[in-house]
Each structure stands twice: as C-alpha cells, then as structure tokens.
T-cell receptor, first 108, second 110 residues
Framework: GIQVEQSPPDLILQEGANSTLRCNFS?????LQWFHQNPWGQLINLFY???GTKQNGRLSATTVATERYSLLYISSSQTTDSGVYFC??????????FGKGTMLLVSP | EAQVTQNPRYLITVTGKKLTVTCSQN?????MSWYRQDPGLGLRQIYY???????DKGDVPEGYKVSRKEKRNFPLILESPSPNQTSLYFC?????????FGPGTRLTVT
C-alpha cells in the first residue's frame, strides 16, 4: 500500500513564528488531505489538495504530485494552532492512508 | 447543525463482552467510515461503506464488524473485544472528498 511519511514528528514554536510541515508519499495519488487534531481530540479538515496550492487565512498548502510531496505552511502561529497535523492520501475515493502526524506546540 | 455523532464517548469494558459503538450523520452522506487511532500510528481505517448495504474492509478489519442498514447510521461492533482493541475510534462521513469526523470514542478493554 501507499506509504506516508510526515516530518518533522514534533515541532515547538513561539507564538508568531512561521512553520512548514512536510508530507511525502510513495505512490501516485488522486486524493490528499490535511487535517488538524486539536488538543481535545477533534479532527478538522484543513485542505483537500491533490495538486496545486490553496490558502485559507494563515494556512496554506502546496502539493507537487509529480514529486510526491505536500507542504503545509502555518504563518504567524497562534497557541490555538497547537495539536497534531495529519496528512492523508488515497489513490481512489474509498480509502485514505494517514501519516503518523506532526505534533505542534505553540507557546505564548 | 451538520455533524457526525458517536456514542458512547468513553467506554471501559472487559475482554469478551460484546459491544457496539454507534455512529450517526445528518448530512445525507453516502460514504461512511471507521478509523482507530493509536499513539505513534496515526489513524488506520477499519471498515468503510459506500452506501446502504455496501461495506468493505479497510486496513485493520480483524475483530470488528459493521452494518449499514440505513444511510445515516454505521455502527461498529466488537463481538469479543480484546485488550489490543483499546484505542480511540473515529467515525467519519463524506460527500465528495471532504471528510467530517465524529468526536471520537475512547475504548478501554481490560
């Protein structure tokens, strides 16, 4: 099956700093999503981005499908950005394979 | 409010005692899925359903059953729970590619 690797595994930032999270995947995909799991466990869909670039406020994501990676950018980080960020990929509609996540802690 | 609900949110049980975790969505989504989340492993798909009466195995289906008799409900059944099924379980539904997750059920099997 598809392998998904996320880096870094852990990240500590001061509030206001910028960060880049990376997701590498082992095979062609037509589905790639980024999720945020907040400290209370809730999973939120951030982006559906199998290719190209999208932006939503302070967050943006870029996927280069031909090189099998995706990047999630967080600018001007806030304490509410803390949590775990997951990349998930799929080659069809029915299944998603998740990476192990990047745990982000933003300190005030 | 559009949402996916799960019950119970927390459950402690003993080995071998059958249990069911319910999942319901109010968005009329055809697709529903169950995942388990374990430390250091991310989320792994247990079962999914493309529509009523259509279910299929995910990556870790052993020890689990599901049913999809109505579009809105997708219960997860553990016929004989074992300690290695102690985990955080998420139900999800989607239309198109945007997936909505339930709040999670933390299950402990002793």
């Amino acid at each position: 099956g598809i392998q998904v690797e996320q880096s870094p595994p852990d990240l500590i930032l001061q509030e206001g700093a910028n960060s880049t999270l990376r997701c590498n995947f082992s095979d062609s995909v037509n589905n790639l999503q980024w999720f945020h799991q907040n400290p209370w466990g809730q999973l939120i869909n951030l982006f559906y981005i199998p290719s190209g670039t999208k932006q939503n406020g302070r967050l943006s994501a870029t996927t280069v499908a031909t090189e099998r990676y995706s990047l999630l950018y967080i600018s001007s980080s806030q304490t509410t950005d803390s949590g775990v960020y997951f990349c998930a990929v799929g080659s069809g509609y029915s299944t998603l394979t998740f990476g192990k996540g990047t745990m982000l802690l933003v300190s005030p | 409010e559009a949402q996916v609900t799960q019950n119970p949110r927390y459950l402690i049980t003993v080995t071998g005692k059958k249990l069911t975790v319910t999942c319901s969505q109010n968005m009329n989504h055809e697709y529903m899925s169950w995942y388990r989340q374990d430390p250091g492993l991310g989320l792994r798909q247990i079962y999914y359903s493309m529509n009523v009466e259509v279910t299929d195995k995910g990556d870790v289906p052993e020890g689990y059953k599901v049913s999809r008799k109505e579009k809105r409900n997708f219960p997860l059944i553990l016929e004989s729970p074992s300690p290695n099924q102690t985990s955080l379980y998420f139900c999800a539904s989607k239309k198109g590619y945007e997936q909505y997750f339930g709040p999670g059920t933390r299950l402990t099997v002793t």
